[in-house]
């Protein structure tokens, strides 16, 4: 019953995020939205997991965490500066 | 007896985190500039999980699974915070909502 | 409304790639979910990104008016949906589906494997050979990436300046911590894939993932030295060896191809090493091409 209710707030939040990256005016509120989107869905799936009884969905939100850690510095890596490897020649310029 | 502290415990606990989530969801849409914007999924993204993920490990013993539930948890304390301190980083080094006058009245002063 | 920065357009089919997994994961395909998760939402936009280094952040105007594919579009759409009026309910025990091959493999998969996990082994014993087709596929797009771009290799380059975001020392220190744990998960993904869900195709991209956050933060210098493309493709040529290999083996032994019954005496312990092998080839093939096409889009230098 908790666990349930402990879901709809999850999937609430996580409407609100969607809008939020589909509005947002700036590139930066997207990343934020797609950010907390990825740790609001890594605690939906534990929190399912348990709803349903079967914990295997623990070993997708370890993934997902990690994935979207790399993610988010690869794409704030890009904006950076462009690439997403800076060699030294092209940073002098 | 011991068992009704623990599930009274993990409720609370699971309240409390579905309501920080919530209170995520609102603060994006509502909050009028992206840094404030920010504080609230900086907010969300490490003491509702906490919160959250404590109160399932006490509904699930002393296994395996509460331990990948430990694990998920210092990976979201660890990875969180970098990814927001990264972004307010870039943003703020990209100029994006920097306001340029007060800048300069505060390197004069200093 | 219609965007045309691709940038934002790159974030969104993140979240989309995330929502199919999360989609996945309350059909209750757990597999696949792990596989959409890793795939679509992780290592595509990091690829997808690279492209976009080497190309503009702006698509292109239309040329035409937008009408006529939306209506072909609906058209399609709609057709679809009709026929889907007529399949069978969700998980209706009497469909098609469920009567002449599923059973089979529900009842006989843990005698005949020893395998708790049942899609590992329909994908690595009951259905070896589009495995095998699907590895082959995956070497073949990383050679064709690696003949169609030509890289101009950039001079020995150094660490960048403590301006440049990957070398400040919050993230530094944060990422020298998360890159063996993400290796080290992705080993277990690798070995435990016939207990929950895993195997190859995830590891291999937990892998490569773990890999590209070294590059992009501490540097590309010891990934090229470890890595160089020689090695990636002598990497990926061993994965697909691997797995064909088995076959062969299991030919020379008696059986038919990639039959893995003959391999030991018990027919269970052949299983069990048939499939160990096999995974770890579509693992490595998997590791080699994705980092080989991520260090290859990298590397070319954008033309001026």
Known sequence: MILAITTIALLVAMALTLVRAILGPSIFDRILAVNSFGTKIVLFLGVYGFLTGRPEFLDIALLYTLISFISTLAVLRFFDSGVLITNKDEQSS | ?110 | ?304
Request: net charge negative; hydrophobic share 50%; aromatic share 12%.
């Open chain 2, 1 to 110: 007896m011991w068992d009704l502290i623990l599930l009274y415990t993990s409720n609370v606990s699971l309240i409390l985190g579905s309501f920080l989530s919530l209170s995520l969801g609102l603060g994006l849409i509502r909050f009028p500039d992206f840094y404030s914007r920010m504080h609230a999924a900086g907010v969300a993204d490490t003491l509702c999980a906490g919160l959250i993920v404590f109160g399932l490990s006490l509904q699930s013993g002393f296994n395996l699974v509460t331990l990948k539930l430990y694990l998920i948890l210092l990976f979201i304390w660890f990875t969180s915070p970098t990814s927001s301190f990264t972004l307010a980083n870039t943003a703020y080094r990209a100029g994006h909502g920097v306001d340029k006058t007060s800048e300069e009245e505060s390197s004069s002063k200093s």
């Open chain 3, 1 to 304: 409304m219609m965007m045309r920065d691709l940038f934002a357009i790159v974030m969104l089919f993140g979240i989309y790639s995330l929502l199919s997994a999360a989609i996945f994961v309350t059909l209750d395909a757990v597999d696949v979910a792990f596989t959409e998760a890793a795939v679509g939402a992780g290592i595509s936009t990091i690829l997808v990104l690279s492209t976009l280094a080497l190309t503009s952040s702006e698509e292109k105007p239309p040329q035409h008016k937008f009408f006529l594919p939306l209506l072909v579009v609906l058209i399609t759409g709609t057709a679809l949906v009709f026929g889907t009026l007529d399949m069978p309910d969700f998980a209706d025990p009497n469909a098609p589906v469920h009567q002449h091959v599923a059973p089979r493999y529900i009842h006989d998969s843990f005698q005949e494997t020893g395998l708790p996990n049942i899609v590992t082994s329909v994908l690595a014993s009951y259905r070896g050979y589009d495995t095998m087709g699907e590895v082959v596929v995956i070497f073949t797009a990383g050679i064709a990436v690696s003949l169609l771009l030509t890289s101009v290799r950039h001079k020995r380059n150094e660490p960048g300046n403590l301006k440049d975001l990957g070398h400040h020392p919050i993230i530094l220190y944060v990422s020298q911590l998360m890159i063996p744990l993400i290796l080290l998960f992705a080993l277990y993904v690798q070995f435990h894939g016939d207990f929950g869900p895993g195997g190859g195709f995830q590891a291999g991209v937990i892998f490569a993932a773990g890999f590209i956050l070294y590059a992009m933060i501490i540097g590309i210098d010891k990934i090229r030295e470890t890595f160089s493309s020689a090695c990636l493709r002598w990497l990926a040529v061993t994965g697909v060896v691997l797995y064909i290999s088995v076959g062969i083996v299991t030919l020379l032994l008696g059986g038919e191809f990639l039959n893995y019954n003959v391999i030991a005496e018990d027919p269970v312990e052949g299983q069990h090493w048939g499939i160990f092998l096999v995974e770890l080839g579509v693992g490595i093939t998997v590791t080699a091409t994705m980092l080989g096409l991520f260090l290859t889009f990298s590397e070319v230098k954008r033309s001026q």
